[in-house]
C-alpha cells in the first residue's frame, strides 16, 4: 500500500480581525488562547498561529508582555511548532508587529509579502449591534492599508535573521508572490519557501477555484521544488478551499482567526472542532495530518530544542 501523504495543518487560534463580540467560542483572554491552542494540538494540528489580545479588553496586543502570557504555556504544553505573528493587526507599525518574534525566537514567524487594502467592514452587515473599539476596528477599514512595503520586509527579514526564525510567507494576490520570488532571487530569503495563499478576504484576491488555481500555478512556476503550498479560506469558504488544496497536494490552514464558522450558519465551538473537520477532509483525499516533526522536517526548521 502506498503511503499516505502528510499534510500540514496550521491551526491560526485567534487573530486579530475578529472581535470578542462576535463568537463567544473566539478565545480572547491569554487563559482562553493557551487552553485554546492546546486543544488544537491534540486535535492534530502540527502548527499553532499566534497572536496575543489585552486580557481586559480583548484588543490585539503585539507587545512582548502580552506573548510572554502565552506562548511559554503553549510551548511547554505541546509539541506543536509555534509560529508568530509579524502581521498583528494592520493598524501596527511594523517596528511593533516584529517585537514577539525578535523577542521569542521562535522556529516560525509569519511574514506578509505585499501591501493591501484590508476591508473588514463588510463584517458589520452581519455584528450591528457590537459597539465601542470593535466598531472602530471594522468601520475604519474602510480607509486602511496595511501595509507591508519592501522596506518593511527587508525589516522584519533582518531583525530575525540571527535568530534562525523561518517564514510561512502570507500571500494574499498574485502580486505577493512575486514580491517574494525577488527577495528570493536577491538572495534575502532561503528555500524551501513556505507559502501561505490566502483567499476571500476583501482587499485580496477571491476563493473561486479559478483562484485557487492561478494561485497555485503561479507559485509553482516561481519556485518549483522549493515551494511548500498552503492555503488558507477566509469565513464561509475556509472549509471549500482546505479541500480543493488537500485534493491539489497542499498543505492547509483553518482556526478562528480565518473563520468563525464550521457550517452555514453555525459557529464553530472551538479551534479544535475546525482542526477535526480538516482531518477528515485530508484523510478523504487519501492523505493524512502531519505530525509536528514531520512539519520540521518538511520546512527545514531548527531543532526544537533551541526554541524558546
Known amino acids: 500500500m502506498a503511503k499516505r501523504r502528510p ?13 470578542p463580540s462576535m463568537s463567544p467560542h473566539l478565545p480572547v483572554t491569554s487563559e482562553a488562547i493557551v487552553s485554546s491552542a492546546v486543544e488544537a494540538s491534540q486535535a492534530g494540528a502540527a502548527i499553532l498561529h499566534l497572536h496575543a489580545r489585552d486580557d481586559e ?13 502565552i506562548v511559554p504555556a503553549i510551548a511547554r504544553q505541546t509539541n506543536a511548532v509555534l509560529n508568530l505573528t509579524t502581521g498583528g493587526s494592520p493598524y501596527m507599525d511594523v517596528e511593533e508587529r516584529v517585537r514577539p518574534a525578535a523577542h521569542f525566537a521562535p522556529q516560525l514567524a509569519s511574514l506578509n509579502m505585499g501591501s493591501m487594502n484590508m476591508g473588514l467592514f463588510p463584517m458589520l452587515k452581519r455584528h450591528e449591534d457590537i459597539t465601542g473599539w470593535e466598531r472602530d476596528h471594522l468601520e475604519g477599514s474602510r480607509d486602511l492599508v496595511f501595509r507591508n512595503s519592501y522596506i518593511d520586509i527587508t525589516y522584519v527579514l533582518e531583525t530575525c535573521r540571527e535568530n534562525g526564525t523561518r517564514f510561512e ?7 505577493h508572490l512575486y514580491n ?5 532571487d536577491q538572495g534575502a530569503i532561503e528555500p524551501p519557501f513556505f507559502v501561505q495563499t490566502v483567499f476571500g478576504l476583501l482587499g485580496g484576491i477571491g476563493a473561486h477555484p479559478d483562484d485557487i488555481s492561478h494561485m497555485r500555478r503561479t507559485a509553482v512556476r516561481l519556485f518549483g521544488d522549493d515551494l511548500v503550498w498552503s492555503a488558507l479560506g477566509a469565513g464561509a469558504h475556509q472549509m471549500r478551499v482546505a479541500a ?22 453555525t459557529l464553530a465551538c472551538s479551534n479544535a472542532d475546525q482542526v477535526r473537520v480538516a482531518i477528515s477532509i485530508i484523510e478523504g483525499a487519501g492523505a493524512r495530518a502531519a505530525t509536528p516533526d514531520e512539519a520540521r522536517e518538511i520546512l527545514m526548521l531548527r531543532p526544537l530544542k533551541e526554541q524558546t
Open 169 to 175: 510567507f502570507e500571500c494574499y494576490d498574485t502580486a
Open 244 to 265: 480543493m488544496v488537500a485534493a491539489s497536494g497542499g498543505h492547509v490552514r483553518v482556526g478562528l482567526e480565518d473563520s468563525l464558522w464550521s457550517a452555514p450558519g
Open 57 to 69: 479588553t480583548g484588543k490585539p496586543d503585539q507587545s512582548v508582555e502580552g506573548f510572554e502570557r
Open 180 to 184: 517574494l520570488a525577488h527577495f528570493a
Open 7 to 19: 499534510v500540514i495543518i496550521t491551526c491560526a487560534i485567534t487573530g486579530a480581525i475578529h472581535t
